[in-house]
């Protein structure tokens, strides 16, 4: 449903964008995730015809964006991060104008209006100033003009910026709604709202695709937390030959078990190779020189561990060449 091919957006001699490529499927949706002048916000404002590439290519419901954007118009529904609404108009007058622009045909307006007025819950204040809405309602708004024309894809830029925990609950139960329909991409700095309602994400750094995964994908932890009673230097020695292992640390406060303990406990943190899994190893390892096994445990990795690990990389290279997708 979206597919951008190596585009690239250059201010002079600074890269906002370096080659990004993705692909996002009908149905899916998506979190477009990245810390601040990360490039999001650009790549979102050329797949909607707001702002010309420099290079690269990109086509959204199968239309180019670059050579039919009115096609693609017709098939996008976006909303900005700063929600652009007239303050002196009333929104259902605000959204049949809307509507107009959108060619919705004019026999369809007035029921185009209402069902996405009730599907954004936002009858209550239709017939309101815009100028007098609060924050949420104007979000609401906002993702009624989105709807009007019964697109195929949907890009959010920060949908729930602003607004209160009771609001940004609403705005994500109406995205989960949304994704029945539609295809969404979803940018957000607010990390349990992509593993909320996302299916899949992928991080942008630097005006470069970081990494993208899959929620199922980042459950699969490659960190095993070990408590053990045996000599910490042995341990840690026969551990770091076995096969899938990438390393082997003290594990710290934060990521040791809770479980009390003897006071000769080793507590260690390993990182494995994706898709390895040398818990039955370690067991058989331990049971044979006779050191006693007292926890071993997955640890279950967060969208935000993820997002500090790839940033800080990132941070670090400095400038050095990365590549186009990473794992973690």
């Known amino acids: 449903m979206i597919k951008v091919e190596n585009l690239t957006k250059a201010y002079g001699d600074f890269l906002a964008l370096d080659r990004v490529s993705f692909e996002v499927g009908e149905g899916e949706i998506v979190g477009f995730l990245g810390p601040n002048g990360a490039g999001k916000t650009t790549t979102m404002r050329i797949l909607t015809g707001f702002l010309p590439a420099t290079s690269g290519k990109a086509a959204l419901a199968g239309y180019d964006v670059f050579t039919q954007s009115m096609q693609v118009r017709q098939n996008v529904g976006y909303l900005p991060e700063n929600n652009p609404l007239y303050p002196e108009m009333r929104v259902r007058e605000y959204l049949m ?24 819950g936002g009858a209550e204040f239709a017939e309101q100033l815009i100028g007098t809405l609060s924050k949420g309602q104007r979000q609401r708004a906002g993702l009624a003009d989105c709807l009007l024309h019964n697109p195929q894809i949907l890009i959010l830029d920060e949908p729930t910026v602003g607004l209160d925990p009771n609001q940004i609950r609403l705005v994500r139960d109406l995205i989960k709604d949304f994704g029945k329909s539609h295809t969404v991409l979803l940018s957000t700095h607010i990390l349990p709202e992509v593993e909320s309602v996302c299916e899949r994400f992928m991080i942008i750094n630097r005006g470069r695709v970081a990494a993208e995964m899959t929620m199922d994908e980042l459950q699969q932890s490659p960190f095993i937390d070990l408590e053990a009673v045996a000599p910490a230097a042995e341990l840690r020695a026969a551990i770091s030959k076995l096969d899938g292992v990438v390393s082997v640390q003290q594990a710290d406060a934060a990521t040791a078990p809770d479980a009390a303990t003897a006071s000769d406990a080793c507590r260690l943190s390993l990182e494995l190779k994706a898709g390895i899994d040398v818990r039955a190893k370690l067991h058989s390892m331990m049971v044979e020189r006779q050191w006693q096994l007292l926890e071993l445990r997955r640890r279950a990795l967060t969208l935000e561990d993820v997002f500090v690990r790839i940033t800080a990389q990132d941070e670090a290279a400095a400038g050095a060449p990365v590549e186009a997708k990473e794992a973690v």
Request: net charge positive; proline share 4%.
């Open 97 to 120: 104008f809307r509507a107009k622009m959108k060619n919705v045909p004019r026999a369809e307006r007035r029921r185009r209006v209402f069902e996405s007025l009730e599907r954004c």
